[in-house]
């Protein structure tokens, strides 16, 4: 920034800074929506099924985004938010996505599993895997939140946080472990669903399972792709945009997904 001239660039930051406003809410509408229409299919699916732990952990991917959504606009809205408070509050809603990044992978990648009938070899080299990929990308996401800069609210009545700079590359780091994790269960689905199409199984069982298996799978790994090349080459404040969206439309995704089989 110019010492002599800040005011073009603290225009840029604030423009940046309201147009991520409007994407968090953009998203943040597009989940509440998407459990507006699911919610008769959940309550059939779901909530009157028999209490067990993929139950319970759907439940608690399914709605602990509303907790974090609420986060998400106060940080987006409210009105004289230091600086102090921001990064605090930030690591606060750090953890939380951290905990619904973990449940939301864990639902298709037991699925996965079960898939494989639970096949024994795959019940030791999968949560080890899952815990490499899922805790490096904890790390990597304290890390970014950790190198993210909040400046005090540059008026009277600015609404939200101000940050200020931020180290997009570890979100590129994340989107990069999300494509080889998304790989690595894109394959194992593609395999025994090939077997059953050959073998001509049952039709149900292949369009539920396998195919909508093959095709979140393969969405999350195009999505990550693009999300890659858009932080690399978005300006360095620019990047946050495109961090929201996909996020949210992994929870949905997610939560869909696991609705599909009625589990």
């Not at 400046?151 to 997009?168: I, L, M, Q, R, S």
Request: glycine share 6%; with cysteine; charged share 15%.
């Amino acid at each position: 920034m110019s010492d002599a001239n800040p005011i073009p660039y603290l225009f840029d930051l604030l423009s940046v800074t309201r147009l991520v406003t409007n994407f968090n809410v953009m998203a943040s509408t597009m989940y509440i929506w998407d459990y507006i229409l699911a919610f008769s299919m959940e309550v059939d699916l779901i909530w009157k099924s028999k209490w067990s732990f993929m139950k319970g952990l759907y439940l608690f991917q399914r709605y602990l985004p509303f907790l974090e959504i609420t986060g998400i606009l106060y940080y987006a809205t409210g009105v004289g938010l230091t600086k102090t408070f921001c990064r605090n509050f930030s690591f606060g809603g750090a953890v939380i996505s951290g905990l619904r990044i973990i449940a939301s992978e864990m639902i298709p990648t037991l699925r996965t599993w079960a898939v494989w009938n639970r096949n024994r070899h795959l019940s030791i080299i999968l949560p080890i895997l899952f815990i490499l990929v899922e805790g490096s990308s904890l790390v990597i996401m304290g890390i970014y939140f950790n190198s993210v800069k909040y400046n005090d609210p540059p008026y009277p009545g600015f609404k939200g946080c101000f940050p200020t700079n931020a180290h997009k590359y570890d979100l590129v780091f994340m989107s990069a472990l999300a494509i080889i994790w998304d790989s690595l269960m894109l394959t194992l689905m593609l395999i025994p669903g090939i077997r059953a199409f050959r073998s001509g199984g049952n039709s149900d069982l292949v369009n539920t399972v396998y195919r909508d298996g093959v095709i979140y799978y393969l969405y999350l790994f195009v999505l990550s792709f693009i999300n890659i090349i858009v932080l690399a080459t978005l300006p360095n404040q620019q990047f946050l945009l495109i961090a929201v969206s996909p996020l949210n439309t992994h929870k949905s995704c997610s939560s869909r997904y696991s609705r599909s089989d009625g589990r």
